[in-house]
């Protein structure tokens, strides 16, 4: 059982570091059509994720491969509750992986232009798609017996859509942060502008789906249980007020990480709040939601898979730490790829 609860936490936390990471290069591929007005600012915007997307995604497997290991279950069950979904948001990541390693091999402007486009829709629609996936899961999904019940719209329900635009928002002003962090001049600037207009948005927009939350789901429940947990909506809440003092004083490494930790807890109170379900059911709740009890691996499994997971991923972390902060300096024109 305590095996079940470390794993718990510990996909929590996959699924917080891979929103942290991929948001903002999602979020600046959702902005080109509105920030990038010509050829140099477009590849500016590429070059300013180019060397990090790939490896932020793959925070994304892991997330995926130690829901099947861990809790297999919940795996089989998701996947298949949300297999529509799942096939646009991988068309759509993987749409945008092509405009990331073709552009730059591609020689006529309407060809770069299909590029643009698909990294502009595969970034909103992956964004969405996360939000969606989500928020449903936070509500409830139609199950019985471990099958959905219905079509795919049932899925898509005022507040899971709602989900979807915060997910969206939150990852458009990570993005403008990290622009803002990485570029110079005018589109600094613009950078610079976009975050300060974005971060009214994700409040207003933070409010109103907490309190759509509070309405329409029972993810306070276990909060107003154990008062000691709400640190982690007031970790939310601090980070997101953190940001706009670091935006005034121009500190944007410090913005980003600001923000960064709102996603981070952001994540970890969507999930504490579903605990100790991991798909819980609108349907006769009791009989028919999944518990992390329920969907676990065997001790044996859980036990091996803690020691390579304690092993390699904070390995991984220094690494992409590295990674980070060798390309978080000023991009320089003259040496632009895509």
């Known amino acids: 059982m305590t095996l079940a609860i470390v794993w718990f936490f510990i996909w929590a936390l996959l699924w917080a570091i891979y929103f942290m990471t991929d948001g903002f290069d999602l979020g600046i591929g959702a902005m080109m059509p509105f920030v990038a007005k010509d050829e140099t600012e477009r590849r500016i915007l590429y070059n300013a994720t180019g060397p990090l997307w790939d490896g932020n995604e793959v925070w994304l497997i892991t997330a995926g491969g130690v829901t099947f290991a861990a809790f297999p279950k919940t795996y089989a069950v998701m996947f298949s509750a949300f297999h529509e979904a799942m096939t646009l948001l991988v068309l759509a990541l993987i749409v945008r992986g092509i405009s990331f390693e073709f552009r730059s091999k591609v020689a006529t402007p309407a060809g770069r232009k299909v590029c643009d486009l698909c990294q502009f829709l595969g970034s909103v629609l992956a964004a969405v798609l996360l939000g969606v996936a989500f928020a449903s899961l936070f509500r409830g999904l139609p199950l019985v017996a471990g099958v ?32 803002a962090i990485r570029t110079t001049d005018r589109m600094h600037d613009k950078a610079a502008r976009t975050a300060g207009g974005l971060w009214y948005v994700v ?13 329409e789901t029972p993810l306070w429940n276990n909060y107003l249980k154990t008062p000691v947990l709400l640190i982690v909506p007031a970790l939310a809440v601090a980070g997101l007020f953190a940001i706009k003092p670091a935006l005034a004083k121009k500190r944007f490494g410090s913005a980003w990480l600001a923000s960064a930790g ?11 709040g579903m605990y100790p379900n991991m798909l819980p059911s609108v349907i006769e709740p009791a009989a028919n939601s999944i518990t992390l009890f329920d969907a676990a691996s ?6 091996v898979m803690l020691a390579v997971v304690l092993l390699f991923v904070p390995l991984v972390l220094i690494y992409q730490a590295w ?14 790829v895509y």
Do not use: C
């Open 148 to 179: 959905r019940q219905g079509t795919v719209l049932a899925l898509l329900n005022p507040y899971a859509l709602a989900g979807g635009v915060l997910f969206l928002a939150v990852f458009l002003l990570h993005g403008a942060l990290w622009l």
């Open 203 to 215: 409040a207003i927009l933070a409010v109103a789906f907490s309190l759509y939350t509070a309405t």
């Open 262 to 272: 709102m996603i981070v807890s952001i994540t970890f109170f969507g999930v504490i």
């Open 298 to 303: 065997g001790p044996l499994t859980l036990k």
């Open 323 to 336: 990674a980070y902060r060798l390309f978080s300096g000023k991009l320089d024109i003259s040496e632009l």
